[in-house]
């Protein structure tokens, strides 16, 4: 992955199938911390992805 990230850009934004994915996961009955290590995102993330999600991409 050859992504040319600015200086002032704190960190690489996950992208939507990352997000759709640790949700699905998460909601199939895998634990937190599970997901959270895996797809290494923060707990709030998916926490407010999952709040967001309604089934789509």
């Known amino acids: 992955m050859n992504t040319i990230i600015p200086k002032n ?10 997000r759709y ?7 199939k009955g895998y634990s937190v911390n599970f997901v959270v290590r895996r797809y290494k995102i923060s707990k709030a993330s998916l ?6 999600f309604d089934g789509t991409k």
Do not use: C, E, G
């Open 9 to 18: 850009q704190r960190y690489l934004p996950h992208t939507l199938d990352t």
């Open 21 to 27: 994915h640790a949700v699905k996961i998460y909601r």
């Open 47 to 52: 926490m407010r992805w999952n709040k967001k």
